[in-house]
């Protein structure tokens, strides 16, 4: 396979940073600052257009854009595939919050068939039921295909996101890559890296992303026990403290979500996801450390499904991640650069939430929504 990477800014327009192509591509992704997709739409899409017409265009607004062990804000990064073997379909559909299994079980339905190794989803970040993406595209398509992707961000103002998928940006999109063919060489990896503290507690109430209660007690009286003195800062110190679920207590794996409001009236926590009545669920905190180390372990486990010398490396980061982590973030971004090689090329994005089985010491899992976690899926050919 052949890659090409770009990067856009403000001013300066497109340049070529990596690579290059003998041959058309069949795809180009594109990750940008939302301003960008919205104010200097032209300036930026239409260049691209022009550069590699008639071939796909797929891409998603971002907390972050990915190039290198570099992240960028305000601008624009594109990345041209051009495999030898392999074929790449797209397919993308209307998405809401009442009907977002049904859109995953269509994207799911329309990509299905023979030979399908991995469908790459990027879908609307806000105003969209995550898990119930998933689960519809979980629903239709064939068990043996590897599912990852993320959500669309818009830097740290959860306002409004946007999707690309040709000529037409839009909120309220999802998009879906299917990448068919046998000489497809996939992996991924999913981590966190942080530390569970106190005890496991049972949620006894819950709505959506709305969590009333554990054991009984008001969420939110209960978090606030535990931050201590920073619980003065809620919601925005709740950050540093996400929660970590389980289905049964023993599970080694938890699906992790982050805080994202509370209210006072009814003592409640809003998540950026769903919280499941009669799932564990248990306080985390933050270890920069283990954060940093948790994007090396998802590019170790992301590298034995692909190989010794992946191609490209699709990064998908927690936009809380990257808050947390400040003037640090490009750590993570260079521990999987060490895991990967020099040869590797990386792109990707700070989301929303990340898409990908759920990455365990027996190996991967049922494909879930994430929040807080490095993401990573590598992509080359035989």
């Given amino acids: 396979m052949e890659l090409e990477q770009l990067e856009w800014r403000p001013g300066l327009g497109w340049r070529q940073t990596t690579g290059g192509l003998s041959r058309a591509p069949a795809l180009v992704l594109l990750f940008a600052a939302r301003e960008v997709l919205d104010r200097d739409r032209d300036e930026c899409l239409a260049p691209l257009l022009r550069r590699y017409p008639g071939v796909p265009l797929v891409g998603c607004s971002a907390a ?21 073997q392999g074929h790449i379909r797209v397919e993308s559909r209307e998405v809401n919050g009442a009907n977002s299994r049904v859109c995953g079980a269509a994207l799911g339905q329309a990509l299905a068939g023979p030979d399908l190794r991995l469908v790459f989803v990027l879908a609307e970040g806000v105003a969209l039921n995550g898990t119930a993406l998933v689960a519809g ?5 064939p068990p043996d295909c590897i599912l990852t992707g993320g959500l669309a961000a818009d830097g740290d103002r959860f306002q409004v996101t946007r999707v690309v998928v040709d000529h037409r940006v839009s909120s309220g999109l999802a998009a879906a890559v299917g990448f068919y063919g046998p000489a497809w060489r996939v992996g991924y990896g999913s981590v966190g890296g942080w530390d569970s ?57 938890g699906l992790v979500r982050t805080l994202m409001a509370i209210n006072e009236a009814d003592g409640s926590l809003t998540f950026a996801a769903e919280i499941p009545e009669g799932h564990y669920a248990r306080l985390m905190k933050a270890n920069f450390d283990r954060l940093i180390d948790g994007a090396g372990l998802a590019a170790e486990c992301s590298r034995q499904g692909a190989g010794d010398s992946p191609c490209l490396a699709l990064l998908v980061s ?14 993570e971004l260079e521990r999987v650069r060490e895991v990967l090689g020099p040869e590797a090329l990386l792109t990707g994005f700070y989301s929303y939430g990340e898409i990908c089985p759920q990455t365990t010491p027996a190996g991967g899992g049922r494909c879930e929504l994430h929040n807080q976690t490095m993401t990573i899926t590598t992509l080359g050919e035989d």
């Fill in 64 to 84: 972050g854009e990915i190039r290198d062990i570099r992240v960028g804000d305000g601008g624009a990064v594109a990345v041209a595939l051009a495999p030898r």
């Fill in 137 to 141: 595209l979980r629903e239709t398509l």
């Fill in 197 to 253: 503290f106190g005890p496991d507690r049972l949620i006894t109430k819950a709505s959506g992303n709305v969590l009333y209660e554990l054991d009984g007690r008001p969420a939110l009286a209960l978090y606030r026990r535990y931050l201590g003195e920073l619980a003065a800062g809620l919601p925005a110190t709740g950050l540093y403290f996400p929660l970590s679920l389980r289905r049964q207590l023993g599970d080694e794996a």
């Fill in 318 to 331: 927690c936009v809380g991640r990257k808050l947390l982590l400040e003037q640090r973030v490009e750590e």
